[in-house]
């Protein structure tokens, strides 16, 4: 009886770690929270979102630029007491992370008020995950008089790990992004003075022609200066 109980915590930590690997957003309250999207922010105007994180959770928080002016915006994260945990700094990009959250509302605000003329698309990411699932399995095993010393070493290391893979696939993700971002802005670049300098080679050749045709341009007169009739 044990071993099968053991055996099916190895197989939900599984599931759940190819859960949150294969997509990029869980909302299974006993696990936590995790998302990404992208937010068009104005010239001159300062967006921010609320997340609800439950004590004992691990807080990870991305954000990254991905078009728009000079590729800088604020960022800033308060903790539910109030701080500004990430102070504002115009940059690029910035990550936070906390190994154990007091729980609470999280304020994330991303600022573009700096830019007068520019609006800014950004890619926030967002990831919360509990431990104390896993300590509760472990307790059960104990009771049961199962051996889970190396089980839950494992279990740590493997969420050590799940978690790396998870900031890292974020990272590479707004990497790839922000790459495609600037690929699509320069061949936007390329093809709009392409069009207009083959509007201007078609207009400077069409201005050629008239003005050579005026220079060979006989008018038929008269000795004394007047058309023939």
């Known amino acids: 009886m044990g071993t099968e109980r053991l055996w099916a915590a190895v197989l939900l930590f ?38 609800n994180v439950e004590a004992g959770s691990s807080v990870y928080v991305a954000y990254q ?16 007491n109030g701080n500004h945990v990430l102070p ?3 940059r690029p990009s910035a990550e936070y992370e906390e190994t154990t959250s007091t729980g609470g509302y999280y304020e994330l605000c991303i600022d573009n008020s700096m830019s007068h003329f520019a609006a800014k698309l950004v890619s926030l990411y967002f990831n919360s995950f509990k431990r104390d699932k896993w300590e509760s399995y472990v307790q059960e095993l104990e009771s049961l ?36 971002y600037i690929v699509d802005g320069n ?28 220079l060979f341009e006989v008018k038929n007169v008269t000795p004394t200066l007047k058309p023939r009739a």
């Open 65 to 80: 630029v991905l078009r728009g002016g000079d590729g800088q915006a604020g960022f800033a994260v308060r903790h539910p």
């Open 88 to 90: 504002y700094q115009w």
């Open 145 to 180: 008089g199962v051996t889970v010393s190396n089980f839950t070493e494992t279990l740590q290391k493997v969420d050590g790990q799940v978690g790396e893979m998870l900031k890292y696939q974020d990272q590479n993700r707004r990497h790839l992004s922000r790459d495609w």
């Open 187 to 214: 061949n936007r670049y390329v093809q709009y003075w392409s069009l207009a300098q083959c509007i201007v080679i078609v207009a400077t050749s069409a201005l050629q022609v008239y003005f050579v045709r005026k």
């Open 14 to 51: 599984t599931c759940v770690a190819i859960e949150i690997s294969a997509d990029s957003y869980v909302s299974e309250p006993s696990l936590g929270v995790s998302f990404e999207f992208k937010l068009h922010v104005d010239a001159g105007k300062e967006e921010c979102f609320y997340q």
